[in-house]
C-alpha cells in the first residue's frame, strides 16, 4: 500500500509512524488530540463535511486566508471532504475506517451512531481498532447536553473560581478544558496502541470535557470530596500559598513567590524586612496564608520604592521566583529569549509559521511535516490510497 504524500519513512518520521487516525472531529479538543498523534508521526486523515470544521470559519483572526484558530490544530494532517448522508461518501468513509488503526470523533452522544459510524459498527468493520469519542458531559444523563468549554467552565467551578472575590465569575481567556481533555484523549490513544501491540486488542475510550475538568481540577475537587471545603474566588491569589501573586512595584506589576519558609526569608531580606521571617504572623506557610491582608500591605509598601525590572533582577540575583506580568505577544519573545524556539516552520521557508509541541524527545521528537491543509486538500491521494492494494 502507497504512503500518503508526507507520510515517508525518515529519521525523524516520530514514534508513531505507520500509525493511521481516521479524524472525524472538529472544532478544538479532538482536532487537539490528533494533532498531538500527528505530530509524533501518525497519518491522520481528517474527514470534514461540505462545509468543513466550524474553525475554518473562526476569523479574525486570519492568516493566507485560513483562520488562526483552525491552523493552530490542524498541521500534519490531510484532508477529505465526505457527506456522511450521501451513500458514496459514507462508503468511502468506511473504507478509511476500515483501514485506520484509529478512530476519533466528537460528535454529541448518539448522533454519530445514526450516520452508521458508532463503536460497534466501526468494530465490525475493523476488529482491532482504537476508538476514542469526545463528549461534552459523557454518553448517561448528560448526553443531551452540548460540549462547549465555556459550558463546562461554568458547571465544573472554574469560572465561579476565577474573579475578584466581590466581583462576577469570569471565564478562562484559553478554552482550558477542550486543551487537556485532547491531552487526555491523545494519552489513552497511545496507551492502548501499547496495548494493541501487546494483545492485538483494540478497545473504546471515551472521555468528556466534564470529567476532565474534575481531573484537571483535582487539588480543589479533593478537598471537596473529602471534607467538603468548596474553594472560593481569590481573585489574583492563590488559596493556599501566600504570596504566590502579582504585587504592585514602583511602576508595574511583578509575581513574587514565597511557597515555603526558606524563600520567604530571602524575600524579606532583598525587600529589606528580615524581621518579617521571625515574625509569628509571618512564620510558616500556613500563618502567611491565614494572615495574607496584614502581611500584603507590608509587601506593597517595600515593593513600591523600586520599579518592577529592578526588582526583578534583585530577586532574581536572590535565587527567588518571579516573573514580570506579560501580554502574549511578549511571552512569545520571552519564550524566543530563553531558547525555546517557541514557533515551527516546514523545510519550505515560507511555510504558515506554527506554534512547537513542547515535547522535546532526543530519538524520535514531534516533527512539523506537513501545513494545515486546505479544505479537502487530499481528497484524491486518500481515494489512491484507499484503492491501492
Known sequence: MPALPGTTTSSTAGPLEGIVVADFARVLAGPYCTMLLADLGATVIKVESPDGDDTRGWMPPVYRDQASYFQAVNRNKHSIVLDLKDEDDRATAQQIAARADVFVHNFKPGSIERLGFGYEAVRALNEQIIYAHISGFGTKNGAELPGYDVLVQGMAGLMDMNGEPDGSPVRSGISLFDLTTGMMTALGITAAVRHRDLT????????????NAVFTMLNQYQSVATHNDVPTRGGAEHASIYPYNALPTGDGDLIIVGANNGQFARLSAVLGHPE???DPRFDSPERRNVNRGELRPLLEEALSHKGKDEWFRLLREAGLPCSPVQNVGEGLQTAHDLGLEPVWHTD??????TIRNSLSMTATPPTYRKEPPALGADGDAIRAWLASD
Open 200 to 211: 492485538g486488542e483494540g478497545q473504546l475510550i471515551e472521555n468528556n470535557l466534564m470529567s
Open 276 to 278: 518579617w521571617a521571625d
Open 348 to 353: 519550505d521557508p515560507d511555510s504558515v509559521a
